[in-house]
């Protein structure tokens, strides 16, 4: 026996599904801030991390950009984007979330970590050689 699912049900199952698996994460993560409550990306799991498939898609299109720029702009209008950011970069890389966070990709705060290393390497081997 199959079932009938409309499109929109469909929908709303993956933005249901979306949404668990973005709090399961930042449960994994022990995200138990207490500026979390106040955060915009709160049920918007697949504004902020879209299914792989979508992704692929919009780099296959060369509009990869313009698939994260809703999730950025609702970090940049929320009330605890300061405090998100700074959490999410204190994270060790292998503990990164997925998608944006912080008003930032995942590939963003790679480069964020990697100049944050590298600067802080230079600083120590200053040090040492003074």
């Not at 399961?24 to 801030?33: E, G, H, I, S, T």
């Not at 697949?46 to 313009?66: F, H, T, Y």
């Amino acid at each position: 026996m199959s079932v009938s699912v409309t499109p929109a049900e469909h929908a709303d199952h993956l933005a249901d599904r979306a949404a668990r698996d973005h709090a399961r994460a930042a449960d994994a993560l022990r995200v138990d801030q207490p500026w979390r409550s106040g955060a915009a990306c709160q049920g918007q799991g697949l504004v902020m991390d879209p299914p792989a498939e979508e992704v692929k898609a919009a780099q296959e299109l060369g509009v990869e950009r313009l698939l994260w720029r809703s999730a950025k702009e609702l970090c940049w209008s929320c009330g605890v984007y300061d405090r998100c950011q700074a959490w999410v970069l204190s994270l060790p890389k292998e503990a990164d979330v997925t998608g944006v966070c912080g008003g930032m990709t995942e590939g963003e705060r790679r480069r964020v970590r990697r100049k944050r290393a590298a600067e802080s390497a230079a600083q120590e081997e200053n040090r040492e050689s003074a």
